[in-house]
């Protein structure tokens, strides 16, 4: 099936934000912010800069008729700074003008005084202070402290990883329009609709009837657009409904990076107890969060990386635990693997170490290690339908693995400058949203009399694909052909309570729903197409590809013959549908339960080659077997592998953030922020989709893709570093992502 949205792509046709039709009587904002990291506000004094050529108006907290706070889990974050700001980029106000180059240059004439008060930007530090954004939490699993004594090696050590701007090719954007009796239409690049919709009713003080939130799709949003889209549209919101004009805001590059949050730094400690044939015992670790100056999403970020702590291996004594700590940095939030990549880079980092004192191959502690069916994760759940050892056995024989370390070995023999690396890397994801209550979805299906279909779900399309898999689902259950079925925007007055299109169940949750509604229409045209073959038994009919099928015979009728007749006989032909994800439990005060409807494994061999003269390197091969179910659809799949993977590679690579100790970021634009382009993709990437994989926990067999593939990446720095090790074997590695080159030469030669 061809994806419409490729060929609008394609041509330029597609509308983003910033494509839709302008109404009259626009007008632009900007957001004025903090130049302080943190202090007190002692004075605030718009009035001057309000006479600024163009300028309609300017926003405070002194001007919001609700409610100051964008908090969603913890309320905790005022939309316009009132007493305090709490980092450098905190909103302050919002300049409304009839050109968006005439809002900004009103803000030199605004003042504000602040009082310098002490700037954190180490979480260990805010941990040391008390400075938590929620009570620590930890998960047991055995007895971690009497397991030491069993263990013939142990090893310890720290593990930082830093964060990773989400770079979305559209930056964060909205556009409010004033409706009616005090109600507001929004159009906003946002995977969360309802959170949208929700934080503007309380900025506003209006019921949530009032908004209504429209996304057609986003350019990009990799986590970054499920909590941070909110502030901006309810920015939007705020000036449209004072002024009552449409008011459009969109941030450039430069200050979404500012502004925004990232992926969340962190610091960690392990230590990890093996026998001496390399079967781990017993695994503690200690993850200190950067949580940034507000909670966001950070508490069931990090609930997240304690779920994969221990990635896609057994280990009977485990004991994790995690701090979010309260910096003065940009909130972090969510982003593709939602905390699981940095809980899963320290133990791939304790593995690594571990082997490194063994003196045997990391990926021989990997292999023995892995999951098998029936075992036990540290959060209580059983693994079931387990493919962690089928997918490293195909990987490893597909891929030949000790011919690519034997090439590996041979080539650093008869090299000097140059040397190469490889990893393996499994990864485990669990699928679901963490927070039990958000695994619910619904679907909206019209069917009209020429028999065409209209489907309105609360999936958000952001370049996933998740339109396409609905579409499919739709056309497959109604047998009718895709182009007769349109996926309309995901609108908060069609589908209500939307959960955010995140924890990759997008289409897993939406396509079931859209399911649902269709087999209730169809189980209607079933009885419409009975009574017109005058057959008393509607189960014998059967729609296959737009025919009506009785009893397996082909009959005259069409699917467009039945939707008129249904019509003439005034039989319903929408339906909503509904889901919610069976089984699925967690209980907080045990921390044990059954989080998870299934897990998304897969196994990854990386190849690097390094260039010890000059600590530059690049990403040959990469291969991997992945769990996908049965695919949706085969070519969006594996852009989504492919994609998740390169991302990866960037977190753990190239892509640093780096913040001053003032607060500031420095790497604040794209000559200073480096993103994988063409140049640092592998010469190759095989991706081989696990076959005979059907999975009954999801709609039509699939399996959920959108976030496994990212953890993949994370194999990149231990091939670099056994690069490295070959250059240097009496040097002992260390855990600080991303593996730069100048890491790399500092590495190399002091
Ligand atoms: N792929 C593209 N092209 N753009 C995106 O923004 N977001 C990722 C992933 N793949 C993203 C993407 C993230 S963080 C998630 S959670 C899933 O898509 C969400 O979509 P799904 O649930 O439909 O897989
Ligand atoms: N993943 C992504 N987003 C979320 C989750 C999750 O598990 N829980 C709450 N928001
Ligand atoms: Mo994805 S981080 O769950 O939006």
């Known amino acids: 099936m061809k994806n419409v949205d ?38 605030l004094e718009v009035e001057k800069a309000k006479t600024n050529k163009g300028v309609i108006d300017i926003l405070t907290y002194k001007s919001i008729p609700g409610e ?49 008060l002490p700037v954190i930007v180490d979480p260990r530090e805010a941990y040391a202070k008390g400075n938590l954004v929620a009570p620590v939490r930890t998960f047991v699993l055995g007895d971690v402290d009497n397991a030491w004594d069993q263990c013939d090696v142990i090893v310890e050590g720290r593990v930082d990883s830093g964060g990773q701007e989400h770079f979305y090719m559209e930056p964060q954007a909205a556009m409010a329009v004033p409706l009616e009796n005090d109600g507001i239409k929004v159009y906003s690049s946002t995977q969360s609709p309802t959170v949208v919709q929700r934080t503007i009713a309380r900025v506003l003080g209006l019921p949530m009837h009032k908004v209504e939130v429209d996304v057609r799709r986003l350019g990009g949003g990799f986590g970054g657009k499920e909590d941070q889209a909110t502030p901006w549209a309810a920015m939007a919101a705020l000036a449209a409904f004072n002024l009552k004009k449409p008011v459009k805001l969109t941030l450039n590059r430069h200050e979404d990076m500012v502004m925004t949050g990232k992926r969340h730094p962190y610091s960690s400690d392990f230590k990890l107890g093996l026998k001496a044939d390399g079967t781990i015992m017993a695994y ?16 069931a970020i990090l609930e997240r990386t304690l779920f994969h702590s221990t990635n896609s291996y057994h280990i009977p004594n485990v004991k994790a635990t995690a701090a979010s700590c309260y910096t003065n940095l940009p909130p972090f939030t969510a982003f593709r693997g939602f905390g699981g990549p940095q809980g899963m880079f320290v133990i791939e980092s304790a593995m690594q170490k571990a082997a490194e004192k063994m003196n045997i191959k990391p990926s021989v ?43 590996v070995e041979t080539f650093n023999k008869t090299n000097k400058l140059k040397k190469k690396g490889a990893a393996v890397m499994p990864v485990c994801f669990g699928i679901s949203f963490t927070n039990t209550a958000l695994n619910q979805a619904g679907a909206l299906v019209h069917v009209y009399t020429d028999g065409s279909v209209s489907v309105s779900t609360a999936a958000v399309e952001m370049g996933q694909g998740v339109n396409m898999k609905i579409l499919r689902v739709v056309s497959h259950t109604f047998s009718i052909a895709p182009e007769r079925v349109k996926i309309e925007t995901t609108n908060t007055t069609r589908v209500a309570n939307t959960s955010p299109t995140a924890a990759s169940v997008g289409a897993d949750m939406n396509g079931k729903a ?108 990469v291969h991997l077997v992945h769990d996908g179910g049965r695919s949706l659809n085969f070519l969006v799949d594996r852009g989504q592998a492919e994609g998740g993977l390169i991302q990866g590679i960037g977190w753990m690579t190239m892509e640093e953030l780096i913040y001053s100790k003032d607060g500031r970021l420095i790497t604040d634009n794209t000559s200073t922020y480096k993103i994988p382009d063409i140049k640092s993709t592998p010469a190759k990437v095989d991706v081989f989709f696990l076959e005979d994989a059907a999975n009954p926990k999801a709609v039509l067999s699939s399996k959920a893709i959108g976030e496994p593939p990212f953890m993949y990446g994370i194999g990149t720095y231990f091939a670099i570093f056994n690069a490295m090790k070959a250059f240097r074997p009496k040097k002992s590695i260390y855990f600080d992502s991303p593996i730069t080159p100048e890491k790399v030469l500092k590495f190399l030669y002091l």
């Open 514 to 621: 859209a399911e649902i509604a269709c087999l209730q229409i169809l189980e209607r045209l079933k009885q419409v197409a009975a009574d017109l073959l005058d057959h008393s038994n509607p189960q014998d009919i059967e729609v296959r590809d737009e025919q009506v099928y009785l009893t397996g015979q082909k009959t005259q009728l069409t699917w467009e013959k039945v939707v008129n007749d249904a019509y003439w006989k005034r039989i319903n032909l929408s339906a909503q549908g509904f889901y919610a994800t069976p089984g699925i439990y967690f209980d907080r005060s045990k921390e044990k339960g059954k989080p998870f409807a299934y897990h998304v494994f897969g196994t990854a061999i990386i190849q690097v080659t390094l260039d010890c003269l000059r600590g530059i390197y690049e990403v040959d091969e």
């Open 365 to 407: 502690i990997q292999q023995k290690n892995l999951l098998k069916e029936g075992d036990t994760f540290p959060y209580g759940m059983q693994v079931e339908d387990c493919r962690a050892r089928r997918c490293w056995k195909e990987a490893e024989e597909r891929y030949d693995f000790a011919k690519i370390y034997r090439d």
């Open 6 to 43: 490729n060929i609008l792509h394609t041509k330029g046709q597609s509308v983003f934000l910033d494509d839709i039709q302008l109404p009259e009587g626009l007008l632009y904002a900007a957001v004025f912010t903090s130049a302080a990291a943190h202090g007190k506000i002692k004075r």
């Open 284 to 299: 503690e670790v200690t993850f200190y969060q950067n949580a940034g100056a507000a909670a966001d999403l950070s508490t």
């Open 68 to 116: 100051n706070q964008v908090g969603g889990i913890i309320q905790d974050e005022p939309l316009l700074a009132q007493d305090e700001v709490s980092f450098i980029g905190d909103s302050i106000a919002v300049v409304v003008a009839e050109t968006k180059a005439e809002a900004k240059r009103a803000f030199k004439d605004i003042e504000v005084e602040i009082e310098p």
